[in-house]
């Protein structure tokens, strides 16, 4: 029997970061106008409601704003990543790679990733909803892994992550709005699903890769 004093402890946490970059209203500009000015040469609109990717790498063209947004991403790396072989010098860099998608009202896009990528970044650079709060739609859904299997017994039944009466219990996905300068930084591994939005402007944002490439003589 579990006490009343026992503790629930919570296995295989997941890291979700959540942050601003710096002078966001600077490197969003940078990043507009890069991305605005590219827009001539791409054929066409993608077709059935995806957002218009830009499939090569910002990196290559997106010019000052995009090299600011890869230190941003790199240093958020740091931060988040652990690695616990090393000593004193840095046994890693991260290889960044970046992809621009624009989505109108209705649209959704999904984000191509690389499968040895440790982390995936989103960053937004415009969310959409055109200063409207009241705005629908357009979040960010980030699904466990593990689904089915933590719901095939019986869909109704959840895990309790506190014992005290009306504590938190698990959910299978977790709902984030995006807000235009909010970087997400989440495993490479997690899918996320992008809800159409319904506000009046365009929504842009960045989708990056950060790869961990092992340097020589470490």
């Known amino acids: 029997m579990i006490a009343s004093s026992a503790q629930v402890n919570l296995l295989f946490a997941t890291s979700l970061g959540v942050g601003t970059v710096a002078e966001p209203a600077r490197l969003n500009g940078m990043l507009a106008a890069a991305i605005g000015a590219r827009r001539p040469g791409i054929a066409g609109r993608a077709e059935m409601a995806q957002a218009w990717k830009f499939s090569e790498d910002l990196a290559i063209w997106g010019g000052e704003g995009a090299a600011l947004l890869a230190g941003e991403l790199r240093a958020a790396a740091d931060r988040l990543t652990l690695d616990v072989g090393a000593r004193e010098v840095p046994r890693y860099r991260w290889d960044v790679t970046m992809t621009a998608y624009v989505a109108q009202r209705g649209e959704v896009g999904e ?8 982390w995936r970044a989103l960053y937004f650079i415009d969310d959409g909803y055109a200063g409207d709060r ?6 960010l859904v980030i699904e466990d892994p593990r689904l089915p299997a933590p719901l095939m017994e019986d869909p109704d039944l959840r895990l309790r992550l506190q014992l005290q009466q009306g504590g938190a219990i698990y959910m299978e996905e977790a709902v984030l709005r995006p807000a235009a300068g909010r970087l997400l930084m989440l495993p490479g591994w997690l899918r996320v699903v992008h809800r159409p939005h319904n506000g009046k402007g365009e929504r842009i944002w960045i989708s990056a890769d950060l790869v961990a490439h092992r340097l020589g003589g470490s």
């Open 134 to 139: 009241n705005a629908t739609g357009g979040e």
């Open 111 to 118: 984000t191509s990733k690389r499968h040895d990528a440790f």
